[in-house]
């Protein structure tokens, strides 16, 4: 009912003047020239982001693969040491333990009298 009254009563659409127009289509120019600065801005950031990203995955990478390396020289390394302690002649590991006592020795007397 409220509807039918305010049509039938003779209030229409009054556009705005025109001064006032044209200043909000300033206003409007200049927030669409700070939004459009902003989004450069993000622009520049996100390649930025993307950048780093890029860099850091080949760091992670390039340390993966020096890791994969490192384990499998660890490994045969170990290997060849329990195949050396299942052989015949047990005092290699004796000479190893030995070999190990002497070099603690010779760098704690190198380290006391520094």
Do not use: C
């Not at 040491?81 to 030995?98: C, E, I, M, P, T």
Request: without cysteine.
């Amino acid at each position: 009912m409220l509807i039918i009254n305010f049509f039938l009563s003779g209030y229409g659409y009054q556009p705005l003047p025109t001064s006032s127009t044209h200043s909000l289509e300033q206003e409007n120019d200049q927030m669409a020239d700070e939004l459009k600065d902003k989004i450069n801005a993000l622009k520049s950031l996100s390649i930025d982001i993307s950048t780093e990203v890029k860099y850091q995955d080949r760091l992670l990478r390039d340390m993966d693969d020096d890791v994969d390396r490192t384990s499998g020289s660890l490994t045969s390394t170990v290997a060849r040491v329990l195949r050396l302690s299942k052989g015949r002649h047990n005092y290699y590991l004796l000479y190893l333990f030995l070999f190990a006592i002497a070099s603690f020795v010779v760098l704690w007397i190198i380290l006391k009298f520094k």
